[in-house]
């Protein structure tokens, strides 16, 4: 098959509306169980397999930056495909969509809990949930793993990973530069074990032109709406309220968590029950 009808097959992906990707944000929204595995693949699953959004490769490729980001990488994965397909409405709209059902949701579970924790029917449930919750997330690792993992030098490489991270407690940031540099060296040492892994989308181009004083407005708008209610609230309330505490606690883990939800809930544990018991 030659390179430019790849390209056109994936390049034909469907015309979106912006009514039909605003129900299935608020729809991802209500039905994300399962932590960033299950997210991803629900929306692996949705948009790739189901609706043809954008293409395996494309996905992948995405998926691949995200994790390398700090913070949720299922949720900046969203924003990359809204934003694909709508541009900066549609990053917008994901992003609060993926969020905002999951807080409303969270919020009456947590009224309920703290109303009827002690009645039995209601700890069953609890109990059941955790078990169909860990079936969701093992079915996505393994959905996804058998998509991105492609050769055995891939296999591999995750295999080290999984015990660096689970036996030996390695650093997240050493087991990305690890497998960072034992690509680099294959792809020089030994380029035909990484040729199965190379894309072959043509299309991972950027959706607008990229220039420094775009990039600058970007980032002077995402600072302001970031450091604009930080300041906020420590004007208004005092540095020692704890709004102001969570606010500066919460924004330094945005910047230091590398590895998505599952690294940051690694840290939250470690900063909130040792700095901040109670």
């Not at 691949?64 to 994965?77: H, K, R, T, V, Y």
């Not at 680099?184 to 894309?199: E, G, I, K, Q, V």
């Not at 505490?245 to 924004?251: A, K, Q, R, T």
Request: charged share 10%.
């Amino acid at each position: 098959m030659s390179a430019v009808t790849t390209a056109s097959q994936h390049e034909a992906a469907p015309a979106v509306s912006f009514g039909t990707a605003l129900r299935f944000w608020i729809k991802l929204g209500f039905i994300s169980f399962g932590g960033p595995a299950g997210q991803i693949a629900i929306m692996h699953r949705e948009l790739v397999e189901q609706r043809k959004w954008l293409s395996e490769e494309r996905f992948l490729h995405a998926l691949n930056f995200c994790m390398l980001l700090p913070g949720p990488e299922a949720q900046q994965l969203a924003i990359y495909i809204g934003w694909l397909r709508h541009g900066t409405l549609g990053g917008v709209v994901a992003g609060v969509l993926f969020v905002l059902p999951g807080f409303l949701l969270i919020v009456a579970i947590s009224a309920l809990y703290a109303t009827l924790h002690a009645w039995a029917p209601i700890a069953g449930v609890l109990f059941g949930l955790k078990a169909a919750v860990l079936a969701v997330v093992l079915e996505a690792v393994l959905r996804i793993a058998r998509r991105a993992l492609k050769n055995r030098l891939s296999w591999f490489v995750a295999a080290a990973a999984f015990v660096g991270i689970f036996a030996f407690g390695v650093p997240f940031p050493l087991i990305v530069l690890g497998a960072a540099l034992t690509g680099f060296l294959t792809a020089l040492l030994r380029p035909d074990l990484n040729a199965s892994m190379a894309t072959s989308d043509t299309t991972l181009h950027a959706r607008s032109p990229a220039s420094i004083g775009r990039s600058l407005r970007i980032l002077l708008v995402c600072g302001v709406l970031w450091v604009g209610p930080i300041l906020a609230i420590r004007g208004t309330l005092g540095p020692d309220h704890v709004l102001a505490l969570e606010s500066i606690f919460f924004s330094k883990m945005a910047v230091v968590t590398f590895g998505g939800a599952y690294a940051v809930l690694a840290y939250v544990a470690q900063e909130a029950v040792g700095h901040f018991p109670g």
